[in-house]
């Protein structure tokens, strides 16, 4: 869970920062903090962060919990079922980073070299190259919760034509972040963010006082016809915009405003509005499609904000999907958000779970593209499941159980 700023006294301007840091940094410590939300999911409640395991991809080693045993490709279950189809892709799309991460530079070339080769010659270069540990969590269980995303289409205007729409924020100007691992090397990819008020240094603005005191007025990148699905879409953190004149803007997660997420399904649960079994975003969504009048309140009991860029056509590569967390393009059922604690970015990872829609086990090799808000622990993830109708479907009904393997490197 995030930790928001504090009231902090301000020091000398050009030490405003740094010393905001160093006093952030402390609380911090004492009460734990997170990596910054990118894409929360409604469907579960995020878990505490877990103790990092050690392999050999670069998770720090600090108080972590013994690896399992390493296996080989071939014992993995279901590896002879994948086909690999769209793996390739997902691949060339991470090694067209300027600069992959450890240890992909060397990987990627090897990986380059098999392009004439297709999915055999892929798979016998994973399974020559790379062995998997399970992933198993502090209390000993080796399964945790999988659930899915995927880019969905809004319609909106770039100017407000009518009361009824709901803006899509760019991110503020004066929204100050501050990168914790210039004072702790241990809090690496953990953010505070704030704002100044006067002489002190305040926690940013909550979606309640954002929406009810339009205090971001000017700050608007679209408006969009639907505000369950301009909220949907925060949780998403991508999707497409349909323009009045037929055009399309794409927009990507830019940033958010330091407040925790907070699931509104637990909301409704505690409400009693709908069983905890029926909760899913479907669920959510006709909820407060048929309650109107309470959708507002039930939406602010969430006081996290994601603010929206607009994307460039990708005319190069026009399958791929939104940037993720590495600004890599992301796959189609391919590509996974994991929390980056315990799984590296990039990492090559084997999912075991069942198919939302058939039910049926459904068992592949990912990547680790992406990060969530409420993908925390070390067995979670979220599968991106691309765009339309049939994305949206199995991304709103995933709600499993499963288990991950991370592969590594020989």
């Given at each position: ?226 505000p369950v699905d301009a909220f949907f879409l925060e949780i998403q953190g991508s999707g497409r915009v349909q323009l009045r004149d037929g055009s399309v803007a794409r927009v ?85 958000a994991i929390d980056r604690s315990v799984v590296p970015l990039g990492s090559l990872v084997w999912l075991d779970t069942v198919h939302p829609v058939s039910g049926q086990p ?49």
């Amino acid at each position: 869970m995030l930790v928001p700023f504090q009231q902090l006294r301000l020091a000398r301007p050009r030490q405003t920062l740094r010393r905001a840091a160093i006093i952030a940094c402390s609380l911090a410590l004492a009460a734990g903090c997170s990596t910054p939300p990118v894409r929360p999911t409604p469907q579960a409640t995020p878990a505490a962060r877990p103790v990092p395991s050690v392999v050999s991809t670069g998770i720090s080693p600090q108080g972590a919990l013994p690896a399992s045993a390493p296996v080989a490709l071939r014992s993995l279950p279901g590896w002879q079922a994948d086909n690999l189809d769209g793996l390739a892709a997902a691949l060339r799309r991470q090694c067209a980073l300027r600069s992959p991460p450890a240890p992909w530079p060397v990987l990627c070339s090897e990986f380059t070299s098999l392009a004439a080769e297709g999915s055999e010659g892929l798979r016998a270069w994973l399974e020559r190259r790379f062995v998997a540990r399970a992933l198993i969590d502090a209390q000993g269980a080796d399964t945790g919760l999988i659930t899915g995303y995927y880019e969905p289409l809004l319609n909106g205007s770039r100017r407000r034509e009518s009361p009824a729409q709901v803006p899509l924020y760019a991110r503020p100007a004066d929204l100050l972040t501050i990168d914790l691992i210039e004072v702790e090397p241990r809090l690496a990819g953990m953010r505070l963010r704030g704002r100044v008020q006067g002489n002190r240094v305040v926690p940013y603005l909550s979606r309640a006082d954002i929406d009810t005191r339009n205090a971001l007025a000017g700050n608007e990148l679209l408006w969009v016809d639907d505000p369950v699905d301009a909220f949907f879409l925060e949780i998403q953190g991508s999707g497409r915009v349909q323009l009045r004149d037929g055009s399309v803007a794409r927009v990507g997660y830019a940033d958010q405003n330091g407040h925790p997420y907070r699931a509104i399904g637990r909301t409704l649960i505690d409400r009693g509005a709908l069983p905890a079994e029926a909760v899913s975003a479907p669920s959510i969504r006709d909820w407060l499609r048929a309650n109107p009048a309470q959708a507002r309140t039930v939406m602010h009991s969430n006081p996290s904000v994601v603010f929206f860029r607009e994307l460039p056509a990708n005319t190069a590569d026009p399958a791929a999907g939104p940037p993720g967390a590495m600004s890599v393009p992301l796959t189609a059922e391919r590509s996974l958000a994991i929390d980056r604690s315990v799984v590296p970015l990039g990492s090559l990872v084997w999912l075991d779970t069942v198919h939302p829609v058939s039910g049926q086990p459904w068992q592949r090799a990912m990547l680790g593209q992406d990060t969530g808000g409420a993908i925390t622990g070390r067995i979670r993830a979220d599968v991106f499941w691309g765009f339309g109708a049939e994305a949206a479907r199995a991304a709103g009904t995933m709600k499993a159980r499963g288990r991950m393997w991370v592969m590594e490197p020989r």
